[in-house]
């Protein structure tokens, strides 16, 4: 994975296209003030880890079960969620979503 640094003046102008960096690359993006990191911009994907609670979609597990848990296992393109009712689930990661 890459990184760059980018200055908060800038980033402010450009902020869509540097979301859109990040989300499509796996670029790393250190925003700085004064050439000091202030903050980064990260994909969300490498904000799950184990023990991230996520909500996973509808169609991949039957009607009947919830469609929460926790990651359990992780790699570079899936993960393993532990549902709430026990069961496992190994999906890719861009199809979970983090929980607020």
Request: glycine content about 8%; aromatic content about 4%; hydrophobic content about 30%.
């Amino acid at each position: 994975m890459s990184s760059k640094k980018v200055g908060i003046e800038e980033a402010r102008k450009t902020l869509g296209d540097l979301a859109n960096e990040v989300r499509y690359t796996g670029t790393t993006i250190t925003l700085t003030r004064h050439g000091k990191p202030i903050a980064c911009l990260v994909p969300v994907e490498d904000t799950m880890t184990i023990g991230t609670r996520v909500t996973i979609p509808e169609y991949s597990i039957p009607d009947d079960w919830p469609r929460t848990g926790e990651i359990v296992e992780k790699n570079d393109e899936t993960v393993v969620v532990e549902l709430d009712n026990g069961h496992r689930q190994e999906l890719p990661t861009d199809e979970v979503t983090k929980e607020d």
